[in-house]
């Protein structure tokens, strides 16, 4: 079994996903991951990754299939033993003029942003290793600011929720959206909960490692990259794939803290205040 550090990388084969993983074979000390839904997708960037003189390594990996996570989680556990950074970075956005129902925007959205990253966390924490590294690519979008309703800011921002809790409150947005009155609960576009509900799993991730496996040392924390130039937003955002990689990577391999919401510019934000400018 090789001894060597680990990064790994979900959605890494286009956009900012892909800027990481380069970033990250530009500066880390060890294998490096790509991991993609599609696997022609995915050994395309590697090989493009190639080219350009680094060495990324491919898995095929769809978070929202447990088979699919597993395999991986397995592969891993074998040929390395263990994890040193994890970025949680795969999503999907439906745009402002999808035609798709709202209900089912909803409910692919949260399948993937939120219950897609808290399976892999279920299935990859097992095997992190002391003083691991964990970024879940949140957004802008992921401040607790975008929830309109005082109840569900109440509950979202509660030091004590728990993943069950935030579970059925997710849940719940689905089956209102599904119903035609997720605005008037006091929610907002799926994506924008999806993202809330990340940051806010990535709270109750950090206060879980600190209370029940203090001694590992485990940072978990939320960032939001920038408005970036990507296929997730129809190419509108300013930033290249390589700017918004740049706060990513500082979590990944220099920031000392735990538990954060972090802007693009590596600053750390409220996450219950004011939110800063969008870029």
């Known amino acids: 079994m090789s001894t060597q550090k680990v990064a790994v990388v979900t959605g890494g084969n286009k956009g900012i996903g892909y800027a990481i993983v380069k970033g990250l074979c530009e500066k880390f000390k060890g294998a490096v991951?790509?991991?993609?839904?599609?696997?022609?997708?995915?050994?395309?960037?590697?090989?493009?990754l190639k080219e350009l003189g680094f060495n990324p390594l491919f898995h095929q990996l769809d978070i929202t299939d447990q088979s699919s996570v597993d395999k991986f989680k397995e592969?891993?556990?074998?040929?390395?033993?263990?994890?040193?950074?994890?970025?949680?970075?795969?999503?999907?956005?439906?745009?402002?003029?999808?035609?798709?129902?709202?209900?089912?925007?909803?409910?692919e959205t949260i399948k993937v942003n939120y219950f897609g990253t808290l399976r892999v966390s279920e299935a990859l924490f097992p095997l992190l290793r002391n003083n691991a590294k964990v970024v879940n690519i949140s957004s802008s979008a992921g401040h607790l600011s975008m929830i309109s309703s005082a109840d569900l800011k109440a509950k979202l921002g509660d030091s004590n929720l728990t993943i069950p809790d935030l579970?059925?409150?997710?849940?719940?947005f689905v089956k209102d959206a599904k119903e035609g009155k997720a605005k008037s609960e006091g929610w907002r576009h799926a994506y924008f909960v999806s993202k809330v509900g990340l940051s806010a799993l990535t709270f109750i991730q950090q206060r879980l490692f600190d209370k029940e496996q203090p001694n590992r040392n485990i940072a978990v924390n939320a960032v939001h990259p920038g408005y970036i130039n990507t296929d997730l937003n129809n190419h509108q955002g300013?930033?290249?794939?390589?700017?918004?990689a740049k706060a990513p990577l500082y979590l990944a391999l220099t920031a000392d803290f735990k538990g954060k919401y972090v802007w693009h510019?590596?600053?750390i934000v409220d996450w219950y205040g004011t939110i800063p400018s969008l870029y």
């Open 33 to 48: 991951y790509l991991t993609a839904r599609d696997v022609g997708r995915g050994e395309a960037a590697v090989k493009k």
């Open 75 to 107: 592969y891993i556990k074998s040929n390395h033993g263990g994890i040193d950074i994890l970025v949680n970075n795969a999503a999907i956005a439906y745009l402002g003029n999808a035609t798709i129902p709202e209900g089912q925007q909803a409910e």
């Open 167 to 172: 579970n059925n409150l997710m849940e719940k």
């Open 238 to 244: 300013p930033l290249t794939i390589e700017e918004g």
């Open 265 to 267: 510019d590596c600053k």
